[in-house]
């Protein structure tokens, strides 16, 4: 029973320690220079927001996808690209981007516990215990 309680007290120490540890979302670049209304930048950290100032108006995107005549992708990645919606052509309805701004967060960096990693800490206790 003993073994039980402390696999489960890890466990929820991890589950709760996890958030507080999640890297923040920091600016780090702004496009000034859009070009045929598209930005492209490649960061050597991972992109986790993008914004597009178009007229009077900001855009924010945490997620890939189109809003308000206005496309991002490459949210979770090194590369982002920001544009007008070219495909469904409300791009004839928006104002042009002034400039866009990307955000990035920091690699994950690999974590081990007396030679366990991260990752795999929780099962490794859970085999330990026989669970």
Do not use: R
């Not at 992109?47 to 108006?57: D, E, G, L």
């Not at 919606?85 to 309805?93: L, V």
């Amino acid at each position: 029973m003993k073994k039980v309680i402390i696999g489960v007290a890890l466990i929820l120490l991890v589950v709760l320690v996890h958030p507080i540890m999640a890297a923040t979302c920091d600016f780090e670049w702004k496009d000034d220079k859009v070009k045929n209304q598209t930005s492209t930048y490649t960061s050597d950290n991972i992109i986790c927001m993008i914004t597009i100032k178009a007229s009077t108006s900001n855009y924010i995107f945490t997620e890939d996808g189109c809003k308000s005549g206005y496309c991002v992708e490459g949210i979770g990645t090194h590369t982002g690209v920001a544009n007008k919606d070219t495909i469904t052509g409300d791009s004839i309805q928006c104002h042009d981007i002034s400039h866009v701004n990307y955000y990035t967060s920091e690699n994950p960096t690999e974590v081990s516990i007396c030679n366990f990693k991260a990752e795999n800490l929780v099962t490794k206790i859970l085999n330990f215990l026989g669970l």
